[in-house]
């Protein structure tokens, strides 16, 4: 009986995309063929993304199947980010994290993928940054928004890339630092640091509103996911007063 599983366990592991999958009547090909594979598509219908890709796949739990294919029929290059705006949906940002994601799985080339447009790459990794932090949205989505800034992070080298996660890991985080006390002592032990920070604070006092929003945005994002993380660490009960001084955020 051992012998004649073993041949069904094997299909069940195999979740990589056949040639005989391209070419049946594939509901992922059928769309792919439908929306981009044929031509080139200049603008997105939400509906599409919503109820004809995200849904169905939310219906299968994300096969890997589905998402390999997906993959494979181009459908980040051809259709998720030449269609991507200030203006897309939800939806269509967690397609592009999903995608981003399986590359990252299969070891592909994902950057350079959004090399072409760096002012619509730094919107898009906003809207992620973002999301990450909306705690209405279901824990699989918000896994998928974490392992792009993860994939992110694990590629420094690219200028691009740098450029967006820089000011989220910059000095001026500091200011999340539990006491004012507790920031000088650290600036104190270098000239180093006190010369990063006086140019933090310049830059800072120098914005205009937007600007600032920014900035303020940028160094508080790794605090507040960090406080979200002790938090689901203690599901069940508060902070201790200690890690609450710890964790007080200031935001002078």
């Known amino acids: ?82 269609t991507y705006s200030e203006d897309a949906s939800n939806y269509h940002v967690l397609l592009i994290a ?11 080339p994902i950057w350079e993928n ?50 967006e996660c820089a000011p989220l890991v910059s000095i001026a985080i500091w200011h999340n630092l539990h006491s004012i006390d507790a920031r000088t002592k650290l600036l104190e032990r270098s000239a180093a640091l006190k010369r990063a920070w006086r140019i933090s604070t310049k830059r800072y006092d120098m914005a205009d509103e937007s600007g600032k929003a920014r900035i303020r945005f940028e160094r508080s994002w790794l605090y507040s996911m960090l406080l979200e993380f002790l938090q689901r660490l203690n599901p069940l009960g508060e902070l201790s007063e200690d890690n609450k001084a710890s964790f007080q955020h200031d935001d002078t």
């Not at 999903?98 to 592909?108: A, D, F, N």
């Not at 800034?149 to 590629?155: D, L, M, P, R, T």
């Open 1 to 82: 009986m051992g012998l004649q599983m073993r041949p069904a366990m094997a299909r069940s592991l195999d979740m990589r995309p056949t040639v005989n999958d391209f070419q049946q009547e594939n509901q992922w090909v059928a769309l792919a063929r439908a929306h981009w594979l044929k031509t080139k598509v200049r603008k997105v219908r939400p509906e599409v993304i919503k109820n004809d890709i995200w849904d169905p796949l939310v219906t299968e739990g994300f096969s890997l199947h589905s998402l390999l294919l997906l993959e494979n029929l181009h459908i980040l290059e051809k259709y998720l980010w030449p």
């Open 98 to 108: 999903v995608i981003v994601g399986i590359k990252q799985r299969e070891h592909l």
């Open 114 to 163: 959004f090399s072409d447009r760096p002012e619509d790459f730094s919107s898009l990794f906003r809207r992620i940054l973002s999301m990450n932090l909306d705690q209405t949205l279901p824990t699989t989505s918000r896994i998928y928004l974490l392992s792009f800034v993860i994939s992110a992070f694990q590629s420094l080298e690219n200028l691009q890339i740098r450029k």
